[in-house]
Structures are given as C-alpha cells and as structure tokens.
C-alpha cells in the first residue's frame, strides 16, 4: 500500500510538472506575463514574453499596407509620389524603430502613453504611438496569428 502510495504521488507530481512546463510555453501565458510586467512597471519582464523589435517592425509595416490600401493611385505621377514615399518611410524605419521601442518602454515604466515633453528642444524625428494608431484607423482588434509570434491589426 506503502508503494502503491508512493508510486502515485510520484506520477502525479510528474504529472503536474509536465503540464505546467507546456502552460508555460503557451502564448496565452506570456501574454498574461506580459499584462503583469505592464502592471508592475517591469521592463525587463516585459521584454522577456514580447518581441518588442518584432512587434514594432510589424506595426510600422501594416501601417504602411493600411495607408496604401485605402489611397489607390489616379496617374502615374500619384504612383512616383506613393513610391518615393514607401522609400523614405523605409529609410526611416530604423528611427521609426528606435522611437517607438523607447516609447513602449516608457508606457511600461510609467504606465502613460506618452509624456509630455515642454521645453525641450530635439531634433529627432517626433513620433508617437497614440498618433499612429489614430492615423491607422483608430480602434482595432488584434488577433494573433498561429504561425507567426508577431500580433497583427485587424482591421473591425
């Protein structure tokens, strides 16, 4: 009976340690991660659970995609205009990438979207989060793509 109670206390922990392990490699679990890092001013933690460069990269791109789908070229000369312009948001991007990382992290270390930022003069190009969204369309639901570990904007 001894053994028997032993046996079934050892498969059982095995058991358990084994489906925690798989819970923990869920991406339902690094996003409930992720919300508890935002909450507790955890940085590191959060970069931890998100690809935030991916996550950004991503971002910038769908913009872009959303920004052409909705304006559909006329004449030639509207499609030079919108190609210059893809090139220069692609040489951009590196910025646009850096920036945003910097205001994520800020959002996760403040809790504030962004700061305001009186009497400081900068030269780097000014950017915001709220401000892209709200050019992106505003609200949108986000989805999550089983084959990519990036979320996508979805358009509501």
Do not use: C
Request: aromatic share 8%.
């Amino acid at each position: 009976m001894k053994k028997f109670l032993t046996i079934a206390i050892v498969v059982t922990a095995v058991v358990g340690g084994i489906i925690y392990w798989q819970y923990t490699r869920t991406p339902k679990y690094s996003l409930w991660q992720a919300k508890k890092a935002i909450e507790q001013h955890d940085l590191a933690s959060f970069e931890k659970y998100v690809d935030v460069e991916g996550v950004v990269n991503s971002l910038i791109d769908q913009i872009l995609e959303i920004s052409t789908e909705e304006t559909k070229p006329q004449d030639e000369w509207e499609q030079l205009g919108e190609t210059i312009g893809e090139g220069l948001i692609m040489l951009l991007k590196p910025q646009l990438t850096k920036i945003l990382k910097q205001q994520i992290a800020e959002y996760v270390e403040t809790g504030k979207f962004e700061e305001e930022k009186k009497g400081r003069e900068s030269e780097e190009l000014e950017i915001s989060l709220s401000e892209l969204w709200n050019k992106a369309g505003g609200r949108k639901s986000w989805t999550l793509d089983k084959n990519s570990p990036v979320p996508t904007l979805s358009r509501a």
